[in-house]
């Protein structure tokens, strides 16, 4: 069966803007947004053509992963040589890069070698570049490049604990109540809230494997440096700033987790705004109570 609209786009959004806050609907994905950022990515100079050929064909080759970081290093060392601010933009170029070709790829056949040799040395630079930003929590996409060549379970003692029989009860476990090793409830209540109302004003509805998405989003922005001291000096506006750029970036690296809900938020502006809001509302709360209680 084929079900096809006869509307065009603006009839559409006409008739469905009464029901949302913010309604935007594109005429299609266009292929070639992907030449735009390639170019820009190019303008850099941190990925160079002799990059792209080596790596592809040491990827091609099923080379070792020393070897692979020898040509993904080169980039890194002219990234480190460029400014704050080319770094970032260049995270971010690369980035929406590596989401518009992994979603065009499904549907969209490349003759273009080049956008692939691209797409496959970008994706594992994203991840070293992102993992560097926060070292104490290493992007699930770099676990690829850690070889275990063996392991073994090894015996450090042995004996027996004495355990004396008690009568003391246990307090049992009321209905509704949290148990201590679960969430908190000052944290499930107010997730569950902005969650409820994303739902009403986007109809998505969001499963367990989101709600886990999100915090650990929260905490890994929460947990960044430059979040905690942007705050500890700086006024609201300004906060809002670092948390942004830094919420982008942690987003970027968490891409492969949940592509659904990552699309959702980057796709539709306002969504993503009310989502991010919730997360530096609750952000600049809590660092500003460990700060008090420090």
């Not at 850690?146 to 015996?155: A, G, K, L, T």
Request: overall charge negative; hydrophobic content about 35%; charged content about 35%.
């Amino acid at each position: 069966m084929v079900l096809d609209f006869v509307n065009d786009a603006e009839d559409i959004q006409d008739a469905f803007e009464p029901y949302y806050e913010r309604t935007t609907l594109q005429e299609g994905t266009d292929p070639n947004r992907l030449y735009d950022l390639e170019h820009q990515i190019r303008e850099f100079g941190i990925i160079i053509d002799r990059d792209l050929e080596e790596f592809a064909e040491l990827w091609h080759e099923g080379s070792t992963q020393k070897e692979l970081h020898r040509v993904l290093d080169r980039c890194v060392d002219r990234y480190d040589a460029a400014t704050e601010e080319e770094q970032s933009d260049f995270r971010r170029r690369i980035g929406r890069y590596v989401r518009l070709y992994a979603f065009l790829a499904q549907v969209v056949p490349f003759e273009d070698v080049e956008l692939e040799k691209l797409y496959i040395l970008a994706k594992p630079l994203l991840s070293k570049l992102l993992a560097r930003l926060d070292p104490s929590d290493v992007p699930d996409e770099l676990l690829q490049y850690v070889d275990i060549d063996s392991y073994r379970i090894q015996e450090s003692g042995s004996g027996s604990v004495e355990i004396e029989q008690g009568e003391e009860p246990l307090t049992a476990q009321s209905e509704g109540r949290p148990s201590s090793s679960g969430p908190s409830e000052s944290e499930e209540k107010p997730l569950s809230a902005i969650l409820e109302k994303l739902n009403e004003q986007f109809g998505y509805d969001f499963t367990e494997e989101d709600r886990v998405f999100i915090k650990q989003l929260k905490k890994r922005v929460q947990d960044h440096d430059a979040v905690q001291k942007s705050i500890e000096v700086n006024d609201e506006s300004a906060a809002r700033l670092t948390f942004d750029d830094v919420a982008e970036d942690e987003l970027q690296g968490m891409v492969d987790r949940n592509f659904k809900l990552y699309k959702k938020i980057t796709d539709n502006e306002a969504f993503g705004r009310m989502l991010f809001d919730y997360l530096f509302d609750r952000t600049l709360e809590e660092v500003r109570e460990e700060a008090a209680e420090g």
